[in-house]
């Protein structure tokens, strides 16, 4: 595996492997990789050519200052998964190369609304450091193909709605969320779990579950979930929305539109997201 921390000599790399015909998958990662960003890699593998990861944790999509101290970082463990998985690029920037006239100034364009919402709301500015690394990143690379998880359905609407408006030519592909064996969506997060917190983890996604399941009107389901964390002793919920797949604007009533539960809590100081497709 090629490994850079370059932007000017990976381009370079990348622009002789155009010149052999190489289509390129990008698969953007802020490390403390897992299975979910491994199933990526391998989804990248399959559909192109040549695959590029990125680790890079970028501090303007934090809205709190502690959560950016705190996010877990292991890149010699993460550049031996990558290798494992036959991963052909790692590309480790610094915060110069990705920002080279700072951080202060992000990009601000119309996203529809897709960032108002939900993460939107509960982070502010979390979406604008976002877009404006994601664009720097693929300012660098070019990929045809980048793959983001349907674990944060919001960022990969978002992202979706990024290139449209800017007119990238780089197709968005969402894959599906990767689970441990208790229905806990796996997460970097998860790391910074006490053992006591990751066996009560999976209550989320049963949570969500019994919310699909249940054969009652919107609201009814919103109550559920309410009172299932009212009750629960270690978690406190933030918010849980069930929303169009599409605009992702909250549900009123049940649709033959795609609609999803976005659910996010917190146990002790880790804040853990979700979500669940519940007619398609």
């Keep these: 595996m ?10 370079k790399f990348l622009d002789q492997e155009r010149i052999k015909d190489k289509n390129i998958g990008f698969v953007p990662t802020m490390g ?18 040549l695959t590029v990861c990125s680790i890079y944790v970028n501090p303007t999509q934090f809205n709190v200052q502690s959560d950016l101290k705190n ?13 494992a998985e ?19 100034k992000l ?10 919402r939900m993460e ?11 877009v404006t690394v994601v664009n720097n990143l693929f300012k660098i690379i070019n990929p045809d193909i980048a793959f983001f998880g349907e674990k944060d359905f919001q ?9 449209q408006v800017l007119n990238i030519n780089v197709e968005i592909t969402g894959c599906p969320i990767i689970r441990d064996p208790g229905g806990l969506a796996m997460s970097s997060r998860n790391e910074m779990l006490t053992d006591q917190e990751w066996l009560a983890a999976p209550f989320i996604h049963n949570t969500l579950l019994e919310a699909k399941d249940l054969n009652g009107t919107i609201q009814e389901k919103i109550d559920l979930v309410i009172k299932q964390f009212e009750n629960h002793a270690l978690f406190t919920l933030d918010y849980f929305d069930i929303a169009s797949e599409r605009t992702l604007k909250p549900s009123i009533e049940e649709s033959s539109e795609a609609q999803r539960a976005f659910i996010a809590a917190f146990i002790g100081n880790i804040r853990l997201i979700d979500n669940i497709a519940l007619n398609n």
Excluded: W
């Design 2 to 11: 090629n490994v850079f921390t370059s932007k000017t000599e990976l381009a």
């Design 32 to 49: 403390a990789l897992h299975q979910g960003h491994l199933s990526l890699i391998q989804e990248s593998k399959k559909r192109t050519s």
């Design 71 to 83: 996010y877990p970082r292991n890149t010699a463990k993460d550049i031996e998964l990558l290798d």
């Design 86 to 104: 036959n991963c052909d690029v790692c590309f480790l920037p610094s915060t110069n190369e990705i920002y080279p006239n700072g951080v202060a």
């Design 107 to 116: 990009l601000n364009i119309d996203l529809g609304g897709l960032d108002k």
């Design 120 to 130: 939107g709301k509960h982070r502010p500015g979390h979406f604008d450091g976002v």
């Design 155 to 163: 960022q990969l609407a978002v992202i979706r709605k990024m290139t």
